[in-house]
């Protein structure tokens, strides 16, 4: 058979990169590129894309210690002003699916979630006003340096949260710095 004489592992940070690299020929794999990257490198016909469920979760943690995300209802609001499926659609350009429960769907540790949230401002609203903040409050979102998927996900929260007087404070922050404070 055939053999390889060499093997060079490299993890560019950026997607582009990836992506200069399969179309000039200097790199023979890639993994985690951007939507945007992974659909111009599929229309090359010298490029071979293939597609694998990953076990990759975005997740969204809550400090419960202090403030409004102590209230049950706070977080069920911040639950229901989240749109799941436009986040699949337009941040992953539908490279992604939704999580259904805890751990992936089809895996052994899979338990499904209920209530399944839905994307309902409305009900947001309603909870915000029953849990006494009908005028909303200000909520700091961080997230890890060079993570453009949550930094897309959480803009778009942003703006989704505004009607309900809910002020979000995006922060980029160092991998190393964040890991220390999201544990």
């Known amino acids: 058979g055939r053999h390889v004489g060499r093997v060079v592992i490299q993890w560019p940070k950026a997607s582009s990169t990836q992506r200069l690299g399969l179309e000039h020929g200097d790199v023979d794999i890639a993994m985690n590129m951007t939507p945007q990257d992974l659909d111009a490198v599929a229309k090359e016909p010298a490029i071979r894309v293939q597609n694998y469920t990953g076990q990759t979760i975005w997740d969204i943690r809550l400090n419960t210690t202090h403030g409004p995300l102590q209230n049950k209802l706070v977080r069920q609001a911040l639950s229901h002003s989240f749109d799941y499926d436009s986040m699949v659609k337009y941040v992953f350009k539908g490279y992604a699916n939704r999580m259904l429960g805890v751990g992936p ?14 994307y309902d401002i409305n009900k947001a609203k309603s909870l915000l006003a029953q849990a006494g903040h009908p005028n909303g ?31 979000m404070v995006l922060q980029e922050v160092p991998v190393a710095e964040y890991f220390n404070i999201s544990k």
């Open 137 to 167: 409050f200000t909520l700091h979102v961080d997230w890890a340096s060079g993570d453009f998927h949550s930094a897309q996900m959480a803009q778009i929260w942003q703006a989704d949260v505004a009607p309900l007087g809910i002020k």
């Open 105 to 118: 769907t089809g895996l052994a540790n899979f338990f499904p979630a209920k209530p399944l949230y839905t």
